[in-house]
C-alpha cells in the first residue's frame, strides 16, 4: 500500500484542514489521509483556562500511538495508521461522529460532582455517557434520545460504539492495571471510516492523559490532565512517567531540549 510508504511533505506546502485546541490536522500523503500534529497547549474548561507546556504534544503522540496501534492489533477498528515524527501521526480520514463518548469505571470530575458521590468511589458497572461536541454549548451531557432525535446518530451506530467503548475500557483497564494504574475514566471519539461503499465506525482522535483519568494504584497520584485543570503542577512529569510505565520512552529517544527527561527505570 502506496500510503504506509514515508513521504515528505514539506510543512509550508501542507494544507491545514482544521486546527483543535491540542491537534492540527493537515492534508495527508494519499487521498483519504490525514496527518495528526499534537501542539503542547493545555486547554480546560471550555478553554477559558490555557497553558503551554512543551513537550506535552510529543508524550500525547507517543502515548497515544502505542494505545491505538495496540486496539488496531486486537482487532478494535480505529483511525491510526502509522506515527510519522515526534508530533504528527498519519491517519485515515473519517467523518467525525460529533459527540464524546465517556467512560467511567471510578467517580470522578463530573459525575463525582452531579450526583454527589465521593471521588474514588468504584463504580457498580462501568459507565457510557455521550457528551454532544460543541465548544459554544459547553459540551452538553445528552442522551440516546437527543441522539437519534437530532439525527446525530442512528441507533445502530450507537450500538457500534458501545460496543467500541466497552472493548476499548476493557483493554485500557488491563493495560493499565499491568504498570501500576488505575484508568478512572476516558473519553473516546468515534469517526465513520468510508471503504468503498461500505461504512464503519473506528475509534478517532487520541487516547492519552489529556483525555484519561489515571491514578497510581498504590498512591492515588493523578498522573493525568486534572494536574492541569485543578493546578497541582508536574504535569510533564506525570505524562512522562506514564510514557516510561508503558515502556514507550526508549533510551535512544533524540533528545528533545527542553522537554521531558527521561528517567532510567
Ligand atoms: N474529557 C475529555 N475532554 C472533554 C471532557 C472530558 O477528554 O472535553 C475526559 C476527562 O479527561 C475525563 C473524562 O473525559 O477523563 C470524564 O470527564 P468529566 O465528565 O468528569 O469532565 P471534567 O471533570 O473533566 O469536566
Given at each position: 500500500m502506496d500510503f504506509l510508504k514515508p513521504r515528505y511533505i514539506p510543512m509550508s506546502r501542507r494544507r491545514r484542514i482544521y486546527e483543535g485546541k491540542a491537534k492540527v490536522l493537515y492534508e495527508g500523503p494519499e487521498p483519504g489521509t490525514l496527518i495528526q500534529h499534537f501542539k503542547d497547549d493545555a486547554t480546560a474548561f471550555n478553554a477559558k483556562k490555557h497553558e503551554v507546556i512543551e513537550g506535552k504534544g510529543v508524550l500525547n503522540n507517543r502515548i497515544s500511538e502505542y494505545v491505538f496501534q495496540n486496539l488496531n492489533d486486537i482487532g478494535v477498528p480505529t483511525h491510526f495508521i502509522r506515527r510519522l515524527n515526534m508530533r504528527e501521526q498519519l491517519i485515515r480520514e473519517v467523518e467525525i461522529i460529533p459527540l464524546e463518548i465517556v467512560v467511567r469505571n471510578v467517580a470522578a470530575g463530573s459525575l463525582a460532582t452531579r450526583l454527589g458521590i465521593e471521588e474514588g468511589t468504584q463504580l457498580p458497572r462501568s459507565i457510557i455517557e455521550f457528551y454532544y461536541k460543541n465548544d459554544k454549548l459547553g459540551d452538553p451531557m445528552v442522551s440516546e434520545e437527543h441522539i437519534t432525535a437530532f439525527g446525530w446518530d442512528t441507533p445502530q451506530e450507537i450500538d457500534d460504539m458501545m460496543a467500541l467503548a466497552i472493548r476499548v475500557n476493557d483493554f485500557l483497564s488491563g493495560l493499565f492495571l499491568g504498570v501500576?494504574?488505575?484508568?478512572v475514566d476516558f473519553k473516546m471519539e468515534c469517526g465513520r471510516l468510508w471503504e468503498n461503499d461500505v461504512m464503519r465506525i473506528v475509534v478517532a482522535d487520541e487516547i492519552s492523559p489529556d483525555s484519561c483519568r489515571l491514578w497510581d494504584i498504590k498512591s492515588n497520584e493523578k498522573l493525568d490532565k486534572d494536574r492541569f485543570r485543578r493546578d497541582l503542577g508536574g504535569l510533564l512529569e506525570a505524562y512522562t512517567e506514564v510514557a516510561k510505565r508503558l515502556g514507550i520512552?526508549?533510551?535512544?529517544?533524540?533528545p528533545r531540549g527542553a522537554g521531558p527527561v527521561l528517567v532510567k527505570g
Open positions: 501500576g494504574i488505575r484508568l520512552m526508549s533510551e535512544n529517544e533524540p
